[in-house]
């Protein structure tokens, strides 16, 4: 079973396919829940009732337990958690922070694998080396 860890409080932050995330919408000034599908390259998303983002609005992501910021330290724009796959190999997945931008990386110490038409805007060395 593949599992989706935040990387401070290590909370399982995916359930019945969905990553559960907290989004801080500055164009609202709200908060709510975001699900986004834990499939790889599947750009599926729900947001609570109370939220309603327009392409390009950047989301300001959150775990929910330990709140902390999920922002990634090398590019603002961009999202951090932890992937466990089956056989317990643990990897980075990265993301876009835009609305309407699809772009995922996949990082490990001897790759980087890439999803979303998006994907070309943030590849460049600097961050995209493991932490």
Known sequence: MKRYIC?????????NGQLVLIGDFPSDDKKGLVLLSDKLGDYTVHFSSN???EKGDKVHFSCPSCQKSLEYSKNKDLVRVVKIDEEGNEFSVVFSAIFGEHCTYKISEERTLTYGESAIKYQHPEW????
Request: with cysteine.
């Open 7 to 15: 990387p401070y409080c290590f909370l399982q932050l995916n359930a």
């Open 51 to 53: 939220v309603n983002p």
């Open 128 to 131: 995209y080396l493991q932490e």
